[in-house]
């Protein structure tokens, strides 16, 4: 049995995908595996389903959907990879392979990326890093954002999976596929333009690929939207580098460059 987060929640047995039922159903099990093989509260799953005013019969349904889940959980392929929703005060506790969740995959891949670059192995970490930005399909549980649920689990999810992305983009950097890499950060640089790492890897990447005047061009729209939404100046880091590049200082073109000032 594999669940899956990293994008709209899904459930496969045996490669089929089960049917999860409605939106209360899935974001009951969608929050659990938020939180898997941890106790987690009846009252923080009511609080997440209904954060203004919980009906007056939401704790009868949050029953009935975990019901619902455990009949779901039992078409798993055999009882030894079935998952299991335990009652456990003071709520319920989702206990569950690890490596069946995502997620769990996913922070696994890139822990070994980041480790892997760290003791010099730019290659084995990029290719690491790049499997695990690789496992999403969209935003975590995109389904149940799509319907307006809006957790903080989930909002600290979409930063974990950018610091990522960035760290793999570093990768890219310092194994050298700074031309193969431009689309995508031009694309980054457009769907998150308030994230400075995003604007500096994309400077540096048209920069060594004799495309400076675009790299400068990036760097003036990032000071343009710092300022603003948020009325600050770009940081030291992209401020240091933007002067480099003016210089054409022969330091960036070293795999191991980054703007420390």
Partial sequence: MEFRVLGALDIRSGGSRLDLGGLTRRAVL???????????????IQTALWPDRPPPTARKIVQNAVSAIRKTLAHGDSELERAVLLTENPGYRLRVDPNAVDLNRFRRLAEQGRTAVQAGAAEPGRERLRAAVGMWSGTALADLVEAGIDWSELTALEDERLNVHEDCLEAELAVGRHREITPELEMLTATAPLR????RQYMLALYRSGRQAEALRVYHRSRAVLVEHLGIEPGRELRLLHRLI????????????????
């Fill in 246 to 261: 003016l210089a054409q200082d022969s330091c960036l073109q070293s795999r191991q460059f980054r703007p420390t000032a």
């Fill in 30 to 44: 969608g929050y659990l595996l938020l939180h898997d093989n941890q106790a987690v509260a009846a009252s923080r």
């Fill in 196 to 199: 400075e790492g995003f604007h």
